[in-house]
């Protein structure tokens, strides 16, 4: 079977494309790499540089190849940037978004993955966070990433769309067995920046908050592997093409939270050395907790993070930016 990968030359995406060729899967990556490396695409694999916010760019995609499924990776994430500049994230993660769902009707390719998040949530009442929890997002990002999955359940309506939508909690690690790890041009995700100070890249790293209403004062995350992450993508997958195609949301986390400073600790544990911290006020649009419940994906699907131990998250990281000082970049 043959998939179109959106983002595929991106962190998350990269690692996804390669699970799915493991798995038998034709796949197909496009992306724009102003986000991605040409690098992660492996050398077998087509990959068509072209832009979801112009539409004849996807378009073209669809009237040249027959696609069985479309995973939809190509986003940008960066929360406090989508509080300081909605626009850019509505135009590309809502409006290329339809660009790209439009282009799979006229084509009548009606499988679609999409790469939805937490953020949805906003600042959830209940810990862990269930699929049925209100969904009020406290920042741009998740407002988009929530605007397109209402839009799916319309497409559904109308279309006969079949999605899986999957919520992210905080992606980290790295694929050490194929070589990939997250370099983005502007790093705002806590681990990497942890390493950063640890290396000497950054001065230190800020703690943002330390008066919220948590066991040290500082936010809640819940952590998954990337490559977990991915796995869940393929078992998603599966589940439309081969078992039940009814469309469904799952979150994706380990159901274990950590504050940012239990983050910076178990960091320096890994790294053996000292690094420095500074305490900074709140970011706005931050949530104190978010921690997945999960049980709806292993019940349904039988996934399981079977690699998202903080530990082996951190650990994976730090080598894979050993052994790459410099990023992608040579």
């Given at each position: 079977?043959?998939?179109l990968?959106t983002g595929?030359a991106?962190?998350?995406?990269?690692?996804?494309?390669?699970?799915?060729?493991?798995?038998?899967?034709?796949?197909?990556?496009?992306?724009?790499l102003?986000?991605g490396?040409?690098?992660?695409?492996?050398?077998?694999?087509?990959?068509?540089?072209?832009?979801?916010?112009?539409?004849?760019d996807?378009?073209?995609?669809?009237e040249?190849?027959?696609?069985?499924?479309?995973l939809?990776?190509?986003?940008?994430?960066?929360?406090?940037?989508?509080?300081?500049?909605?626009?850019?994230y509505?135009e590309?993660?809502?409006?290329?978004?339809?660009n790209?769902l439009?282009?799979?009707?006229?084509?009548?390719v009606?499988?679609?993955?999409?790469?939805?998040?937490?953020?949805?949530?906003?600042?959830?009442?209940t810990?862990?966070?269930?699929?049925?929890?209100?969904?009020?997002?406290?920042?741009?990002y998740?407002?988009?990433?929530?605007?397109?999955?209402?839009?799916?359940?319309?497409?559904?309506?109308?279309y006969?769309?079949?999605y899986v939508?999957?919520r992210?909690?905080?992606?980290?690690?790295a694929d050490?067995?194929?070589d990939?790890?997250?370099?983005?041009?502007?790093?705002?995700?806590?681990?990497?920046?942890?390493?950063?100070?640890?290396?000497?890249?950054?001065?230190?790293?800020?703690?943002?908050g330390?008066?919220?209403?948590?066991?040290?004062?500082?936010c809640?995350?819940?952590?998954?592997?990337v490559?977990?992450?991915?796995?869940?993508?393929?078992?998603?997958?599966?589940?439309?093409l081969?078992?039940?195609?009814?469309?469904s949301?799952?979150?994706l986390?380990?159901?274990n939270?950590?504050?940012?400073?239990e983050?910076?600790s178990?960091?320096?544990?890994?790294?053996?050395?000292?690094?420095?911290?500074?305490?900074?006020?709140r970011?706005?649009?931050?949530?104190?907790?978010?921690?997945?419940?999960?049980?709806?994906?292993?019940?349904?699907?039988?996934?399981?993070?079977q690699?998202?131990?903080i530990?082996?998250?951190?650990?994976?990281?730090?080598?894979?930016?050993?052994n790459?000082?410099?990023?992608?970049?040579?």
């Open positions: 079977m043959k998939l990968v595929g991106g962190f998350i995406g990269g690692v996804t494309t390669r699970q799915l060729l493991k798995n038998g899967f034709d796949v197909v990556v496009f992306d724009n102003s986000c490396h040409k690098e992660i695409v492996p050398n077998s694999t087509k990959l068509i540089v072209g832009d979801l916010r112009k539409k004849e996807i378009f073209k995609v669809f040249e190849e027959r696609f069985d499924a479309v939809h990776f190509a986003a940008y994430t960066i929360v406090p940037e989508s509080m300081s500049n909605p626009s850019k509505f590309n993660n809502v409006i290329a978004t339809m790209l439009d282009a799979m009707i006229k084509a009548n009606n499988n679609f993955i999409f790469s939805s998040s937490a953020a949805v949530y906003g600042n959830p009442k810990i862990p966070v269930t699929e049925d929890a209100p969904t009020l997002p406290l920042n741009a998740g407002q988009t990433k929530l605007t397109v999955e209402e839009y799916l359940k319309w497409y559904e309506h109308a006969g769309l079949n939508s999957l992210y909690f905080n992606a980290a690690g050490l067995e194929n990939i790890g997250e370099d983005r041009s502007v790093e705002t995700h806590l681990i990497p920046l942890v390493l950063f100070a640890a290396l000497g890249k950054n001065k230190s790293i800020s703690v943002f330390t008066d919220y209403p948590t066991r040290d004062g500082t809640i995350r819940d952590y998954i592997h490559v977990d992450l991915a796995s869940a993508h393929v078992l998603a997958l599966k589940k439309l081969n078992s039940d195609p009814k469309s949301i799952y979150n986390g380990s159901q939270g950590f504050t940012v400073r983050v910076i178990a960091a320096e544990k890994i790294v053996g050395r000292k690094i420095n911290v500074v305490d900074s006020p970011r706005e649009g931050d949530p104190p907790a978010l921690i997945a419940s999960s049980k709806k994906i292993k019940d349904e699907l039988g996934w399981v993070a690699n998202s131990e530990e082996k998250i951190i650990k994976d990281t730090w080598q894979w930016m050993q790459h000082p410099k990023g992608y970049r040579k």
